[in-house]
Each structure stands twice: as C-alpha cells, then as structure tokens.
Antibody, heavy 123, light 108 residues
Framework: QLQLRESGPGLVQPSETLSLTCTVSGGSISSTDHYWAWIRQPPGKGLEWITSSYYRGTTYYNPTLKSRVTVSVDTSKNQFSLKLTSVTAADTAVYYC???????????????WGQGILLTVSS | SYVLTQPPSVSVAPGQTARIACGGNNAGRKTVHWYQQRPGQAPVLVVYDDGDRPSGIPERFSGSSSGSTATLTISRVEAGDEADYYCQVWDGTTDHYVFGTGTKVTVL
C-alpha cells in the first residue's frame, strides 16, 4: 500500500525559504503512470494546488505561486521536494503531498495523500 | 482561471440523502473527482472519474455529472459522513488542477 509522508520545519521566518520533503513508501516514485503533487490548506480554508511533477521532469505550477516554487525529484531516495521562496504569513498552511493518477490526459486525481504538515510563517 | 463553486454547507438528518453540487463552466464536460476531509485529517478520495468509487468507499457515495454541474450524492447518511467535501478537475486548457470551494456537511 502506497504511503506518503511530509517532513520539514514547523516554523519559517518571513522572507525566508520554505523547504519540504515527501517520502514515498510502498511504491516507486519512478512510476510511469503517476505524477507527484503538493497541495496546501490555510487554516480554516479550502485546498489549493501548488505543483505537480513527473519523475522525468515535466512540472505544472499554480500560476499564482510559480515564480516562488521549485520542485525536485530524487529517485534514489524515493522522495520529492518543494521549495517556496520569500514566504509571508499568507503561506501559513498545512502542506500535503499526494500522488496523481491519470488514466487519460484529462482524468487526473489525487490519491493517496500524506497526513500533512503544518508550516507556520512567523518571526 | 477556472472556478468550481460549491455551496458552503449542507445539513442532513441521519438516514437521509445529501447532495453536494459542484458548478463551473462546462463542469459536466470535465472529469470530476470528489474528496472527503474529516476534521483534522487529510483528504480522502471518495469518487473519481465522475462516478467511480475507490476500493473501500461505501456504495452510499455516488457521483454524477451533467451540463455545468457535477453532484456528489451520499445516501443513508451516517454521523461519520460529517466532513468537508471538495470537488476537483483537471483544466486541460491551462494545465492546472482546480479544487472546488468546499462544502461542509453537517449531520443533524
């Protein structure tokens, strides 16, 4: 059974860079049938897609965050990572990683999800 | 950008049927997926590809789609169904994933 787990600091200073890692177990991140995604949820608010990456490098970005986001995939460690630069209090959220399954180019869903990690931006 | 609109809340008595709408421009022509998020937990996929259920999801959960609206139906509602529900599509025009605004289901 595939599982994902997010890791990273719980607190980030304003204007600094947020770094998170998602470790995948029970399956390979090099799967040709899946992408790997980051999604966030500010406290009390809805879900916001951040980015999705294929292990060979194709990446899609939420246009509102694209200029601040960097994604990397480490197949040797079965991990993928997110960096978000110049963070502000508005970036405070629970960050989830998830696998994207696509059965065709227009059928893309997130399943499963990691448990999530709360990142607080504060001095 | 593409927007999916859901009602903020739906209230339903135990044993009754809850219907959650997800509306957007030609939403019925896009493939819609639905997620359940219980308080303090990560979202869980409950319906995918408009109307299919992942293994382990009760048959009480079903999905349909027509025109500009997709609908998640929860039959014979139980107390454990109380959660936030989100719809989601892939917008091939922009290569973006879009979530609905979310609906809080309250079991009376």
């Amino acid at each position: 059974q595939l599982q994902l787990r997010e890791s990273g600091p719980g607190l980030v200073q304003p204007s600094e860079t947020l770094s998170l890692t998602c470790t995948v177990s029970g399956g390979s991140i090099s799967s040709t049938d899946h992408y790997w995604a980051w999604i966030r949820q500010p406290p009390g608010k809805g879900l916001e897609w951040i980015t999705s990456s294929y292990y060979r490098g194709t990446t899609y970005y939420n246009p509102t965050l694209k200029s601040r986001v960097t994604v990397s995939v480490d197949t040797s460690k079965n991990q993928f990572s997110l960096k978000l630069t110049s963070v502000t209090a508005a970036d405070t959220a629970v960050y989830y990683c998830a696998r994207v399954t696509y059965t065709s180019s227009w059928r893309r869903r997130f399943d499963p999800w990691g448990q999530g990690i709360l990142l607080t931006v504060s001095s | 950008s593409y927007v999916l609109t859901q009602p903020p809340s739906v209230s339903v008595a135990p044993g009754q049927t809850a219907r959650i709408a997800c509306g957007g421009n030609n939403a019925g022509r896009k493939t819609v997926h639905w997620y359940q998020q219980r308080p303090g937990q990560a979202p869980v996929l409950v319906v995918y590809d408009d109307g299919d259920r992942p293994s382990g999801i009760p048959e009480r959960f079903s999905g349909s789609s027509s025109g500009s609206t997709a609908t998640l139906t929860i039959s014979r509602v139980e107390a454990g169904d109380e959660a936030d529900y989100y719809c989601q599509v892939w917008d091939g025009t922009t290569d973006h994933y879009v979530f609905g605004t979310g609906t809080k289901v309250t079991v009376l």
